[in-house]
Every structure is written in C-alpha cells, then in structure tokens.
C-alpha cells in the first residue's frame, strides 16, 4: 500500500511477505555498507531506469525560460532556485527506487513548450562500478544547456538506506555570456525498512551557486525528528558569495509550496513555487518498438511489463538475464582487453564527464542548433557520415503518432 497524507509525507506500508525478504537480506549486510553491488527485489522498483529518472529535474522547464528572460542577475538567479526547487516533488507511487542502468545503456527525448519551441535530451550510464549517469539538455531557441554528471552512492543505515547523490549539474544561460550555475543535490533516505511505515525523505544541504553574479543559494533539506518536527521542511538563503550578505530567505515544504521573503525589505513571506498549482510540462519519447536495443525503455520492457501487472517473478526473471547479460559482456571486454567507450559523453580532466557535442560547437541560430543537436542525439547507432552529414535521421522535430508522451507525477509506463 502505498499513499501520500494530508502532509504530503511519501510513505509506503510493506505486507509481510516483502518486509521479510528486506530483512532477509539485510541480514547480511553491514552498517554504513556500500550497496551498488546489492541487488535489490523487484517490489522495491519502480518501472524506469534513473537514466529517465533523472529528466524529473526537468518537469518544469518554463521557470528556466522565464529566468532567462531577466534583465537583473538577481531575477535571474531566484528563477533558477524556483526551476531547482520544483522538480524534487516529482516521485514514483511509494517508497521506490529505479532501475540501475546497465552501462552504456541511455535515454533520449525531446520536450515541447507552450511556446511551440522544443528542447532535447540524453543521458547515458558512462559506468557501471562506481554508477555514474551523464546527462545532457538544451533548448536552442531560449539558448538553455543544462548538463550534468550524477553519482549516487546507496549506503545502509541499519533501519535506513541513504542514496548520496554526488556529481554536479550545470545549467547555462548563453544568452547572457555563458551564465553558468552550479547544482549540488541532497541525499535521498528511505526510513523503515525494518519496522514502521517506509518513508521516503531528502536530508542534507545542497546549493546553487553562480559566480558571475556573485549569488549562491543555500538550502538545508531538514529531516524529522524521532520525536519533533515534520517531514519535507526546507531553510534556505540567497546571498552574496563575497560579503555573505543574506537576500533572501526560502522556506516552506518541498512537496508542496515553497515560500520566499526579501530579507532587506522585511516583507512577508510569498509563493515562490506550489506544486498544486503548476503542470508538468511532458516529453515525447520514441515508442519501444523504434529505440534501440540499450534505450532505457526497450531495454527494460519486459521488467517493466511485469512490474506493472504485479508479476514479480516474472520481473525477477527478466531483470536477472538482463544483469547476467551485462557480466557476460564485462567478461567479454576484459578477455578482449578492450575499454567501454561512451557514445555520448567522455571523461574530462576535471575528474567529471562531459557532452562529446561541445557547447561552443552549437549554432547559435536556433534552427541550425536544432540540426546540430538533433543529429547528435538522435542519429541512430552505427550510421556513418558521409561528406560531413550522416546518412540517416530519426526526426524528433515532429513526433509520431504512436510515440509516448509523458505527464504528471505517476511513474511512467510504456
């Protein structure tokens, strides 16, 4: 059973049979353990991998275009904190975790405005142990990139299990010189996996920084006490990097509205973001039978088939002759002594990954940087160019009837 209360508290309540199983395996784990080897039952999942998990920090592109649209830094940047608080009340039915992706595997889709223009999107799971998923955004006409590099580390907490989620996100604003801003996350703690009620909570402190303008947003993710306090609270400031000067303050509930005072003029709190009141915008994503066989949804078709129908173990079936599958070919290139190469993004000096379609290669004309990226992202596997241009396109400009668009805050099905 699964449900959302009259405090928007993300909580699930395990039948017996489950719960015996988690504890069973928990058995053999450790405290503070690193679960990225641990494979977890099928009832813990929610049908997508976290290459499309990821495009939930994506759900509300409108307060970015809006953003950008700002003559004053300032503006600019509180639109860029309400875009990075919007997207955290975005969550599966329950208390669940996606797939792990299995390494070159990735997820494609393009995303249509009100405004009749578009942005696209990739991620690709750039390696296996340690996980990490590099993702890359844009939206020609509003000159928008975001890009990211995400490393979430599981950890076992006795009746908790904890998904840090290190990397960075980047979000750029080229109309403005390259206005870059920083993006740090927050942990992700699922309570009671032993006895109580699971709840699914976000803890730590994570930022938004952008030096350019000497502004950094920094919110504490406050989680509940055993005994006081309440669940999804948030505290934040925007400040001055140099003088630490506070400007605003953020406050309020990250599942639901989210406040924001002006700490100079001493005015009341006002609506900054409220979840109720504000539409996911959706994305269209090639329909099964036209992606390839590493996208994300063909990939886990039939797992995701199962999940659905609450066949759970014909899930488990599925699942394991995709994971032996994917140790059978680690065997194969290390037999071949042979080193995965990402297809769309490598690994930079800076430690981190990078989009191999480089952002000073974008067009600044719209229409010719929706050739370039499209060609980049969509152009199917193993097309070579010929004379500089490559031999087949599939056109996500104008979507297919049959392709499947996504909205709301439900999982995600085929």
């Known amino acids: 059973m699964s449900k959302c209360d009259e405090n928007s508290v993300i909580e699930e309540e395990l039948d017996e049979e489950p719960r015996s199983i988690i504890i069973s395996m928990i058995g053999q784990l450790r405290k503070d353990m690193d679960l990225s080897r ?25 307060f970015l275009i809006n953003a950008s649209k700002c003559e004053d830094p300032i503006d600019r940047f509180i639109g860029v904190v309400k875009y990075y608080m919007s997207g955290w009340h975005i969550h599966p039915k329950g208390v669940k975790k996606p797939y792990n992706p299995i390494l070159g595997e990735f997820f494609r889709s393009q995303c249509t405005f009100r405004d009749s223009t578009s942005a696209y999107f990739v991620s690709e799971q750039v390696s296996h142990h340690p996980p990490i998923t590099a993702m890359f955004y844009h939206s020609p ?36 010189n390259n206005e870059e801003y920083l993006v740090t996350y927050p942990n992700m703690y699922a309570r009671g996996i032993l006895f109580g009620k699971m709840v699914l909570e976000l803890g730590e402190t994570s930022t938004v920084t952008c030096e350019k303008s000497d502004l950094m947003f920094e919110v504490e993710f406050k989680t509940k006490g055993l005994i006081w306090g309440t669940y999804n609270q948030i505290a934040g400031k925007i400040k001055r990097i140099s003088t630490k000067e506070v400007l605003y303050d953020i406050s309020g509930n990250w599942q639901t509205s989210i406040y924001i005072a002006d700490r100079r003029q001493r005015t009341e709190p006002t609506v900054l973001f409220d979840s109720t009141k504000e539409n996911v915008v959706p994305q269209t994503v090639a329909c099964v039978a036209e992606q390839e066989p ?18 759970l173990d014909a899930a488990t079936a599925q ?3 995709i994971e032996e599958r994917q140790r059978e070919e680690a065997k194969r290139r290390e037999a071949a002594k042979e080193r995965f190469i990402p297809r769309f993004f490598q690994l930079e000096t800076d430690g981190f990954y990078h989009p191999k379609l480089m952002l000073k290669d ?14 980049w992202i969509f152009t199917k596997a193993g097309v070579q160019e010929t004379e500089g241009k490559e031999k087949e396109i599939q056109d996500f400009t104008k979507p297919e009837e049959n392709s499947v668009v996504l909205a709301g805050t439900k999982p995600r099905r085929h």
């Open 362 to 375: 974008i067009p600044d004309d719209p229409a010719q940087a929706t050739e370039v990226i499209t060609k």
């Open 141 to 176: 006409e509003h000159h928008i990139s975001i890009e990211g590099d995400l490393r979430p580390k599981s950890r076992f907490f006795g009746n908790s299990v904890g998904m840090l989620l290190e990397g960075y996100a980047k979000v750029h604003f080229n109309k403005w």
């Open 38 to 62: 641990i494979t977890f039952p099928t009832f813990v999942l929610e049908p997508r991998s976290f290459t499309e998990r990821v495009t939930d920090f994506m759900s509300h592109p409108d």
């Open 294 to 311: 590493n996208e994300s949804r063909n990939l886990w078709k039939f797992v995701t088939k199962a999940i659905v129908e609450n066949d």
């Open 319 to 321: 699942k394991s002759v």
